[in-house]
């Protein structure tokens, strides 16, 4: 039985703290075939489960000098503050890197065969307050070899993302990142609605079959938070 974190998530308030942050958390597994993959592009809780499919191959070139980054994107089906971005890794540690996040619009380049996508010009600039380097440390627990690798995000970091737009999510850096490798989504019922994988911010290859893995959450809409108070305050009143 491989390992699990599980997460909790408690909602106090309805409004972001106004600090931006991004914390690096790994939940490692013993083995690569223990980790399963997300079929959806966009979640609205935090899963690697329904309808999972194995992880097949790994993707470690970063593409030139000028700029080493891999990038997957993906079409919001949802409306909300972005609360976590997940993937799958292997590889050795420590590595640093920076992460961006690009807003494409409803213009298309999300899912895209050729040509380059150019954050300021053709995509948003990066959406994350967030700038500084982060850095993979390792895995949870010695001997390990895969870990998702879970970017939870706060403050002026839960950007919000708009159902039908398209998002660029990319780990790039002025020197090659080497030793942590992104996998590929190895399913081939399980590609990303207006999908595309990315090296150097140009497609791999305009394959469907290369997306990489990735999962997004986003903070319940405040209808289903005062739903789940309301429950909560059922579930007061019968105990009294």
Same mark, same amino acid.
């Given at each position: 039985m491989f390992r699990k974190l599980v997460s909790f998530i %408690? %909602?106090?308030?309805? =409004?972001?703290?106004?600090?931006?942050? @991004?914390? %690096?958390?790994?939940t490692s597994y013993p083995s690569q075939s223990a980790i399963t993959s997300w079929p959806l592009p966009y979640t609205d809780t935090i899963t690697a489960g329904g309808n999972p499919a194995p992880y097949s191959q790994v993707e470690n070139n970063y593409g030139g000098a000028s700029l080493y980054s891999l990038a997957q994107s993906w079409t919001a089906t949802a409306s909300g503050p972005l609360s976590h971005v997940q993937i799958v890794i292997t590889g050795t540690a420590p590595v640093s890197f920076n992460i961006n996040l690009y /807003? &494409?619009?409803? =213009?298309?380049? &999300? /899912? @895209?065969?050729?040509?380059?996508?150019?954050?300021? %010009?053709?995509? =948003?600039?990066n959406l994350l307050d967030t700038t500084s380097q982060l850095t993979w440390t390792g895995y949870n627990v010695p001997g390990d070899s895969a870990a998702v690798l879970d970017f939870a995000l706060s403050g002026a970091d839960q950007v919000a993302i708009q159902a039908g737009n398209r998002y660029i999510f990319e780990i790039a850096s002025t020197t090659n990142p080497n030793g942590m490798i992104w996998f590929r989504n190895g399913a081939s019922g399980a590609n990303y609605t207006g999908g595309q994988a990315f090296r150097q911010r140009s497609p791999l290859n305009g394959n469907a079959a290369r997306d990489m893995t990735l999962a997004v959450t986003l903070v319940p809409e405040p209808a289903t938070i005062g739903l789940l108070g309301l429950g909560a305050l059922a579930l007061l009143r019968r105990k009294r």
């Open positions: %408690v %909602v106090g308030a309805l =409004s972001a703290p106004a600090f931006a942050a @991004i914390a %690096v958390n790994v /807003d &494409a619009g409803t =213009s298309g380049w &999300a /899912d @895209i065969g050729t040509g380059t996508y150019n954050p300021g %010009v053709n995509v =948003s600039a």
